[in-house]
């Protein structure tokens, strides 16, 4: 029989009150996404009028952690991503925490069930959300059922109150173009990434504020925008590489991008980083298998999980954050795909590019 567990107005009450169906009612209390937004709105006012109780949340005692908890991932085919659960199994296994992994799948082509209808359907403890914004219906749900959550790598700007642990992305935007400028470079390119994502805008913005403290204009013809993927890194390059006057250096804001700008540069039968010189960012296993090894901004990814989990816990114990926002500092790790430029770039040795 719907209802609550402390006699107050049942399921079929507020589905009157609201207008809606029984089925819808039940919906919008265990969280699930497929209910209109004016909908899910109309019910969630007549549930607070009447006093609905909504599920109690057992909580671990303050001396253990309780579990499972729900790591929700926006794809799981990168090495980025196997990366990043590498470092949150780790951190689980040494709180004794049980985890459950499940990709967020987005899209106008999608119609399976949200992450949120699988973190209702298993009564979770915790939940960590690795580059997934959660929608302010979603973040009142997890807060009415005292769910417990943490962002890591947030997509955009988090509102105040939602714990978040990220990198000093800016920071490490500043040392890669601050690297190619001490080698020597002047016409430096970027590989940014959608403008939608935070990580990959504070990149850019920090090429730019290295770019003016060494007194250079910032060339619009110089910064190419990508998606993060290697193709994408391959095709933006490409463009770059076929200016009248090509960059000699190309700082991509992510090691995928960057193996991208490789091949675009092998393809024009230019050699790195004689002709080219490369920087990513990440520190992906990638970067040090390529030939030759990729420079790159570490993004300390295992720590960033760490340090997620940790944060996760406490919350999970009903301890407060100290700061809504952790960000993790970058660093530079020199490898062989940068030197000081030639005297002249080359010409391509082979005909035009395929792809």
């Given at each position: 029989m719907p209802g609550t567990a402390h006699g107050g107005p049942t399921l079929a009450v507020i589905a009157r009150e609201a207008g809606v169906s029984v089925p819808t009612v039940s919906k919008v209390v265990n969280g699930r996404e497929d209910v209109a937004p004016h909908t899910r709105r109309r019910v969630s006012e007549v549930l607070e009028r009447r006093g609905y109780m909504r599920r109690p949340v057992v909580r671990a005692p303050r001396d253990r952690v309780g579990g499972p908890i729900d790591v929700v991932i926006h794809g799981l085919g990168a090495s980025w991503a196997t990366t990043i659960l590498?470092?949150?199994?780790?951190?689980?296994?040494?709180?004794?925490?049980?985890?459950?992994?499940?990709?967020?799948?987005?899209?106008?082509?999608h119609t399976g069930r949200g992450w949120l209808?699988?973190?209702?359907?298993?009564?979770?403890?915790?939940?960590?959300?690795?580059?997934v914004e959660p929608t302010p219906s979603q973040r009142?749900?997890?807060?009415?059922?005292?769910?417990?959550?943490?962002?890591?790598?947030?997509?955009?700007?988090?509102?105040?109150?939602?714990?978040?642990?990220?990198?000093?992305?800016?920071?490490g935007g500043v040392s890669a173009t601050e690297h190619l400028l001490r080698a020597g470079h002047r016409r430096i390119a970027v590989v940014s990434g959608p403008e939608d994502r935070l990580c990959g805008q504070a990149r850019l913005a920090g090429y730019r504020s290295a770019m003016a403290a060494a007194g250079l204009p910032v060339l619009p013809e110089l910064i190419a925008v990508g998606d993060f993927t290697l193709e994408s890194g391959r095709r933006r390059a490409g463009d770059l590489l076929d200016l009248p006057e090509p960059p000699t250096a190309v700082f991509a804001c992510t090691d995928q991008m960057a193996l991208g700008v490789c091949d675009a540069a092998r393809e024009r039968g230019l050699t790195v980083p004689e002709d080219l010189s490369v920087v990513g960012f990440d520190d992906l296993p990638e970067a040090r298998w390529a030939r030759p090894a990729l420079t790159t901004v570490r993004q300390p990814l295992n720590e960033?999980?760490?340090?997620?989990?940790?944060?996760?816990?406490?919350?999970?114990?009903?301890?407060?954050a100290e700061a809504d926002r952790i960000e993790l500092s970058t660093c530079l790790v020199k490898r062989a795909s940068t030197s000081a430029p030639s005297l002249g770039f080359p010409a391509p040795r082979r005909g035009t590019p395929t792809g």
């Open positions: 590498s470092g949150v199994e780790d951190a689980a296994y040494r709180v004794g925490l049980d985890i459950v992994v499940s990709a967020a799948r987005t899209g106008t082509g209808d699988r973190v209702a359907d298993r009564g979770t403890a915790g939940v960590l959300l690795v580059l009142e749900w997890l807060r009415h059922h005292r769910i417990p959550y943490v962002v890591l790598d947030p997509v955009s700007v988090p509102p105040p109150g939602v714990p978040s642990v990220g990198a000093t992305n800016w920071a960033m999980a760490s340090a997620a989990i940790g944060l996760l816990v406490r919350l999970m114990r009903g301890e407060t």
